[in-house]
């Protein structure tokens, strides 16, 4: 069974920069697994962030970024928000089938 | 827009089947991958599993023996069907569109299911 780990919690100041991991067990992330990153608000349905490792949906502001960080998937927050404080999931693809979401990682803006 | 929305009862007992649908609108239903997936009440996201606009499926290894994906194309919806149901698989449903391009981009508001005797 495909794990895939993120940090569980993580604090920012705001203005601050953060970035996010998301590593699976099965080795290194690579643009293969095609890292999808999500954030959810309490109560909300979670919102697409990043596709294809590095790739902003339209709706995504710029302070979001993703890449590739030592064999990792990683979300990158420049400028945190207030508004930034949510939940945030990775989600990776392995081949057909499984997609795996990472446990999330809690994001708090103090 | 593209807008996805879930349906279906919002408790059950045991032993029952689990069957939700979700309607999409505002887009076609051909091209994508149509997925389920569950949050258990505090806790992360789940996927369940997928069925393309073509009838191909796949599946979480791990509720495999109980799930059936199905789309009908021409309302465009698509259900999830989960067999013997057990207060664990309580959970808030989600439906969600994904693609090779756009990763999994649209999402339903998501339907909470609780399983209780």
């Known amino acids: 069974q495909t794990v895939v780990t993120q940090e569980p919690s993580l604090t920012v100041s705001p203005g601050g920069t953060v970035t996010l991991t998301c590593a699976s067990s099965t080795g290194a992330v690579t643009s293969a697994s095609y890292a999808n990153w999500f954030q959810q608000k309490p109560g909300q349905a979670p919102r697409a962030l990043i596709y294809?490792?590095?790739n902003r949906h339209s709706w995504t502001p710029a302070r979001f970024s993703g890449s590739l960080l030592g064999g990792r998937a990683a979300l990158t927050l420049s400028g945190v928000q207030p508004e930034d404080e949510a939940d945030y999931y990775c989600?990776?693809?392995?081949?057909?089938?499984?997609?795996?979401f990472g446990g999330g990682t809690k994001l708090t803006v103090l | 827009q593209v807008q996805l929305q879930e349906s279906g009862p919002g408790l059950m007992k045991p032993s029952e089947t689990l069957s939700l649908t979700c309607s999409v609108s505002g887009g076609s239903i051909t091209n994508f991958y149509w997925t389920w997936i569950r949050q258990p009440p505090g806790k992360g996201l789940e996927w369940i599993g997928y069925i393309y606009y073509t009838g191909g499926t796949d599946y979480s290894p791990s509720l495999k023996s109980r799930v059936t994906i199905s789309v009908d194309t021409s309302t465009n919806q698509f259900s999830l069907n989960l067999t013997s149901v057990t207060p664990a698989d309580t959970a808030v449903y989600y439906c969600?569109?994904?693609?090779?391009?756009?990763?999994?981009?649209?999402w339903g508001q998501g339907i909470l299911v609780t399983v209780s005797s």
């Open positions: 989600l990776l693809y392995y081949g057909p089938a499984p997609w795996v």
């Open positions: 969600a569109r994904a693609s090779d391009i756009w990763g999994t981009d649209y």
């Open positions: 294809s490792t590095g």
